[in-house]
């Protein structure tokens, strides 16, 4: 199974992409994690990509393309992948059509999770990171046990730099100049599936699995996928 999961920021898609790639045997790439470590590493992807990162706006479609094409390459002998993140634009979208028909790898689905601006801003507000083993908490959502503490390994939480009210503005605004003709590309190919993203994580996953319903059954006739599930 090869998937896309589109949707504002906030919406739940590094949320739900882990739970889907756990169910199904999936990687997952979150082009948005993959960035942040580059950063934090200050690799020449990290220094390039920082400015943008930081203030909310998009990575050029040249360097994401590349991520992007690096990563499919890796997948050619895999069970499947989610991606988390990618594609955000047109030309980001035409890519990986393109390099996924070259590399057998093209998408079976692309998922998006729809939730009004104000819930991704509340979700975004509230959203808190473990800086060690990268786990994500919501203070009124999913808070961790103790307050701004890590369940996992006790370390202390941390907001997302991006997650200031101004980059905010901009990662929803740079969302809407995007989303409507992404999601008339993949509605005329047939490949969108909408689900409703608002409501808790259990609810808002089994209306993604019902949405995958169909392709769930494909690999596994195929007997690609059922020793990973
Ligand atoms: P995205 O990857 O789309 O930016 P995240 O998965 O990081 O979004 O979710 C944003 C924040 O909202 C996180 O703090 C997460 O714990 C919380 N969250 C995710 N899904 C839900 C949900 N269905 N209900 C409430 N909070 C959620
Ligand atoms: P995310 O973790 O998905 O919220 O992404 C965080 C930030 O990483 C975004 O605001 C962008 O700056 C950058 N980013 C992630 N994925 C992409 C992409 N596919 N294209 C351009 N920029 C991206």
Redesign the pocket.
């Known amino acids: 199974m090869k998937l896309s999961i589109l949707?504002?920021?906030?919406?739940?898609?590094?949320?739900?992409?882990k739970k889907i790639a756990k169910q199904y045997g999936l990687v997952h790439l979150?082009t948005?994690d993959l960035l942040r470590a580059a950063i934090r590493d200050q690799t020449p992807l990290g220094q390039q990509a920082e400015p943008f990162v930081v203030s909310g706006r998009l990575v050029p479609d040249e360097i994401m393309v590349g991520v992007l094409e690096e990563f499919l390459r890796k997948q050619m002998d895999g069970a499947g992948f989610v991606l988390?993140?990618f594609p955000r634009t047109l030309p980001q979208a035409r890519a990986l059509d393109e390099t996924g028909r070259r590399l057998g790898q093209e998408l079976d689905r692309v998922v998006q999770?729809a939730v009004a601006d104000q819930v991704s801003v509340e979700?975004?507000a509230?959203?808190?990171i473990c800086p060690q083993c990268g786990r994500?908490?919501?203070v009124r959502?999913?808070p961790p046990k103790v307050a701004g503490v890590c369940d996992r390994d006790g370390a202390e939480l941390i907001r997302r730099k991006d997650d200031n009210e101004a980059a905010v503005r901009e990662r929803l605004a740079a969302y809407h100049r995007q989303d409507d003709p992404l999601l008339d590309y993949y509605r005329k190919q047939g490949l969108l599936s909408e689900v409703d993203?608002?409501?808790?994580?259990e609810?808002?996953f089994q209306r993604i699995r019902t949405a995958l319903n169909g392709i769930e059954a494909a690999p596994r006739k195929r007997g690609r996928i059922a020793t990973k599930e």
């Not at 993203?197 to 994580?201: L, S």
């Open positions: 949707g504002p920021p906030g919406a739940g898609k590094g949320t739900q992409a979150s948005g988390d993140g999770l979700r975004i509230g959203r808190r994500e908490y919501h959502f999913r993203a608002e409501g808790d994580v609810t808002v």
